[in-house]
């Protein structure tokens, strides 16, 4: 199996307002989602932050989203497909001249938020996505989830000749279909540290999950999504990377 990367979204402060423990968690990710400046993030957060992914060795990606910062990116907006590349184009590059400075560079890119969500919805809107990226530079990445059946974006993928970084969630409940249970509902949020690691390492092991329909359920995943905004996040994180690393020395 390959090495099950664990990414984390960072570099969300934005001027006087802070957020998140990104020099906590950074030492125990591989990959460093950071944010662009349109939910979260001003220029100096982000050299900061690139400087912090720098120091401990982590890869750099770019997390674009909605012009969004009252609503933290997490409001679907009517964005036509010209609007939606431009948007795209302007926060990777914002980062990747911070990366070029610093002497590095961004490696891939993650969408946030409702962006995020809308290009798992919507096929017409993963592809704009894509073609947006690929447009910038064919070589990075797209991370997006993984599901029970990704064969359609796969052979999206295929067409616009594009690297897909599939990812999974290790404190989350699922769906039969692969998709994360709504947080309106009990049980979305898997608050057990026990069972969040479990849950990491069945999916670094390559084996099946239990949906919530009592079903299994297979993931492909490349990548582990975690968080890092509190203390009992921090902690965890840092049981999941021991737990993987150890999953790597048996």
């Known amino acids: 199996m390959p090495r099950l990367l664990l990414n984390c979204d960072m570099g969300e402060s934005f001027g006087a307002w802070h957020m998140g423990l990104d020099a906590e968690v950074m030492p125990y990710i591989d990959c460093a989602n950071i944010a662009c400046g349109y939910h979260a993030g001003d220029p100096s957060v982000m050299r900061r932050t690139v400087a912090l992914a720098l120091a401990h060795g982590v890869t750099i990606g770019a997390h ?23 948007l795209l184009h302007y926060q990777i590059g914002a980062l990747d001249g911070i990366c070029k400075a610093a002497g590095t560079r961004v490696a891939y890119v993650k969408p946030h938020g409702a962006l995020y969500n809308d290009m798992m919805a919507n096929p017409e809107t993963l592809r704009v996505v894509m073609q ?11 991370m997006l989830m993984a599901t029970a059946d990704d064969r359609c974006a796969q052979a999206l993928g295929g067409e616009l000749g594009m ?35 479990e849950q990491a390492v069945r999916l670094a092991r390559g084996h099946c999950l239990e949906a919530d329909d009592g079903s299994a359920l297979h993931l492909a ?30």
């Open 163 to 197: 690297t897909l970084w599939f990812e999974a969630f290790a404190d989350r409940a699922y769906t039969a279909s692969g998709h994360l249970r709504s947080r309106r509902l009990p049980g979305a949020v898997h608050h057990d540290p026990a069972q969040v690691v």
């Open 132 to 142: 947006a990226v690929g447009a910038y530079d064919r070589d990075l990445p797209l």
């Open 64 to 86: 674009p989203a909605y012009p969004d910062l009252v609503g933290f990116g997490r409001r679907s907006l009517a964005c036509d497909p010209d609007e939606l590349r431009d």
């Open 221 to 250: 995943a490349r990548t582990l999504c975690v968080h890092g905004d509190n203390a009992g996040s921090v902690a965890a994180v840092r049981q999941i990377r021991e737990a993987l690393d150890a999953l790597e020395q048996a």
